[in-house]
């Protein structure tokens, strides 16, 4: 199957979970990704995404609080410009404040713009990726882009609510492999 088969397949299914078993999901795949800052002490700079209810992403609300109140850790997250095809990044603190855009993402107001040199992690949003890290986004690019600016030990961490297919045959030359998937069934490495 190719990726927009794929695609369209796994939002539906994603779309198809009761409401207990969702929460269920995320709260478990907020356990695992708590688990994994544990683990990976190193990792200050964090970036994520938070979550476009339309499309039941996981809630990553949880997390990014707990990442902004974290006196270990700072926290990222980007402001999207869709005609150009790319994201920019800013550092968010106590007092940022956030507004949902046009398209149902929750996006900084008065932050700071950094680079994408300065972070240590990207939790990367995904619809499903495969065991080798290969990854199903929305078909933008947007992430793929973003991950060619990041540092060579820039962690890209996927998170999501579906289990890792065997193998995506239609990859192409500029997508980004992960280096790690995290869901509610755990966290998975790729070498």
Not at 34 to 44: D, G, M, T
Not at 180 to 191: K, Q, T, V
């Amino acid at each position: 199957m190719n990726k927009e088969v794929l695609r369209s397949l796994f939002l539906e299914k994603r779309q198809t979970l009761t409401q207990e078993e969702f929460e269920r999901r995320n709260e478990l795949l907020l356990t695992n990704c708590a688990s994994f800052l544990e683990r990976h002490k190193q990792v200050i700079h964090c970036h994520l995404f938070l979550p476009i209810t339309k499309y039941r992403e996981p809630n990553t609300w949880p997390l990014f609080n707990r990442l902004r109140q974290s006196d270990r850790h700072k926290v990222y997250l980007s402001k999207t410009l869709f005609k150009r095809k790319l994201l920019r990044h800013f550092l968010i603190n106590r007092n940022t404040e956030l507004e949902t855009s046009k398209l149902g993402i929750p996006e900084p107001v008065n932050a700071q713009e950094v680079i994408p040199q300065v972070l240590d992690l990207i939790f990367v949003p995904l619809i499903s990726c495969d065991a080798a890290g290969n990854r199903i986004g929305y078909g933008a690019g947007l992430y793929d882009r973003f991950l060619t600016e990041v540092r060579k030990d820039c962690l890209k961490v996927g998170i999501g609510i579906t289990s890792t297919l065997d193998n995506i045959d239609y990859n192409n030359e500029f997508d980004i492999p992960l280096d790690y998937y995290i869901s509610h069934l755990g966290i998975d490495h790729f070498s």
